[in-house]
């Protein structure tokens, strides 16, 4: 377990820390082999025996399968490498986001170009009135 550190106050924020690159490693490196073509064959044929070849934990692999973005990233998954899974789907950042924001990929993308999220409410979970719950997942 890791010191707290300041971001772990923010809402909605998976900083990728060397916490999240440990717990993360094997859901990365998956991620990772669907860079090579064989692989993206081997995983469009058969993905349970694809994935069965990386120590993912029960968790990560139900992300992997349900395509829960935002859980890949609670669970050590770097944007970067997560990505080429949706790639892979053929989807683009802003389906991704619209997911995980849970809006669709027109109102996500209408949001960023209206300048994204507003900050009131979205600094420090500590700022918070406790009328959102004291839900930390965003």
């Known amino acids: 377990m890791s010191n707290p550190r300041e971001y772990d106050d923010i809402p909605g924020t998976y900083v990728f820390d060397g916490t999240h690159s ?3 490693y094997e859901l990365n490196m998956f991620c990772m082999s669907l860079n090579g073509e064989s ?3 081997a995983f469009r044929s058969d993905p349970d025996t ?3 070849q990386w120590s993912l934990t029960a968790d990560q692999r139900r992300a992997v399968v349900e395509r829960d973005w935002l859980a890949m990233l609670q669970l050590g998954g770097n944007i970067y490498y997560t990505f080429k899974l949706a790639a892979f789907d053929g989807l683009s ?3 991704v986001g619209g997911s995980m924001s849970g809006v669709t990929t027109e109102e996500f993308a209408a949001m960023m170009i209206a300048g994204g999220r ?3 409410g979205n600094r420090f979970e500590s700022e918070w ?3 959102q719950g004291g839900d930390s997942d965003g």
Do not use: C, F
Request: charged share 35%.
């Open 39 to 41: 692989n993206r064959e």
């Open 93 to 95: 950042m802003q389906d």
């Open 129 to 131: 009135t406790g009328a």
């Open 118 to 120: 507003p900050a009131d």
């Open 22 to 24: 440990r717990n993360g």
């Open 50 to 52: 694809y994935l069965d």
